[in-house]
Each structure stands twice: as structure tokens, then as C-alpha cells.
């Protein structure tokens, strides 16, 4: 009896600290329990003390490392440099050693830097992994995913956005500068052939658009549609158009001054019509 009584207690007891927490955790939604760790995640430019896993590295840099090492200090000093620190920066980083003798700092730089779009620099070989991604119609996960099983660090998220964002204007505007090229083309042959009309040069061009129907057992018709103008004397891509009848950021709420909105209020088999207004 007397043990039945105590259980009963302790389940009692039990009960209203359970729902003691619950009451606390609806006055303070923000406030987590303290057994829950905080995620960490790999971000730019992190120092790290102890060195694991693997690391993608410029045969370039790594030779002028290398010169540097036998050249610059091998020559003047017996000791050791060994390389037992790092600062992240996505899949690149930058390792760095004292040696064993005289103390002086050693640094490696695992990728070269190239100058982006905006005019300030990137590492290179985060610029090629997000490059990549984007090639073959992948993302940030899968690149994590991938590097992770190699020991592999690699961007936070944020970041990979920010580069891929970067390529997209590089790829836009070597777009446009082909586009220009293939028309002066096109203009130097009809020039050639004689081909005017009333006076201009005149060009044979192929135009060709569509949008999506593919549907399963029911009518479709996609809410976006592309149309291109190529040269027929050239087989070169003189124009690209791409028009929307939708726009997420604009169906949720977002302000068109806080997006680039790419909504135009036509039907997709009218884009052939807007682009050879």
C-alpha cells in the first residue's frame, strides 16, 4: 500500500513538471530547453585549430608554395614548418604553419582568387564548384552532400547563392556579347551577297518558340515560354526571349522595388509576335 502511494506520488509529481515546462515554453516561445545543442555549420573565412578531413588544392599555388618553402626559408633555416591551422573560406581556405625554428608564419593558399562581375575577387574554386552545380542542374545540397562524403568543406548557403548569382551575370553577359557578334556576322554576309532591302542590308533569320503542354490526361499550358531568332547564313543565336505570366515573389507579397520581377502579362504563343515587334 504504502509503495502504491509513493508510485502515485512520483507520477503526480512528474506530471506537473512536465506541464510546468509546456506552460513555461507557451510564455516563452523563443526560449529552447538547455539540453538542445545549437547546429554549427561551416562558414567563410572560420578559423579552425585542429586540421581534418581533405582539401581541394591549385597545382598552381601549390608550387609557388613550395618554391617559397625551399627558396625563401629552407635556405635560410633548418627547422620544420608545419602546416596546423586553417581559415575557411568554403571549399577554399588559407593553412598556415610556424616553423619549429625561427617562428616565422607560413600561409598556402588553396585556390587562386579571379576578379567577378561587381569587381571585387572570388576564390576560384568555388566559383568552378558552384559553376558546376549550375551545368548540371544541382544545388547547394547536392554539392554538400557530394564534398562531405570526400571530407570536403564546402560554402554556407548564403554564400552559394551570392556566387551563383555572381556566374549568372558572367553568363548573361557573354550571352549578349555572342548575340552581338553573330549579328555583325550576319550583317558583314548580306553585305557580301548583295542582299538589301530598300536600301538596308537584309537577313534570313529562324525563329522558333514554345512552352510546355506535357500533361498527364488533362489540358495544360505553362505560365512561362522562351522564343529564339537565329541567322540562317550563320546558324548563330541572334536573339533570346523569355517571358512570365507568373511571379512567386509578387503572388506572396514582396514588393517589386525588393525583387527583379520577370512577370509580363502574355500568353506564351504570343511571344514570337512581342519579339519580332
Known sequence: MARSMANTKNSRNKFKNTHKHAYQMKRNPKKKPRNLKKQSSITTNQEVKSLEGSRVISLKTLRQYSQDISMRHSSSCDGSVILDQEKRAGIASVLKGDCTSCGKTVTLQTSEKVKGPKGYYRWETNLAAVWGQMATGAGHSQLEEAMSVMGVPVMSKASFITTERDIGMCWRQALLASMDEAGQEELRIAVEKRNYHEGVPAITVIVDGGWSKRSHKHSYNAKSGVAI?????????????????????????????????FLIGLHPHQIWKLILS
Open 229 to 261: 531568332i537565329i541567322g540562317k547564313e550563320t546558324g548563330k543565336l541572334l536573339h533570346l526571349g523569355v517571358r512570365n505570366k507568373y511571379c512567386h515573389a509578387c503572388a506572396t507579397g514582396v514588393s517589386q522595388s525588393n525583387h527583379k520581377c
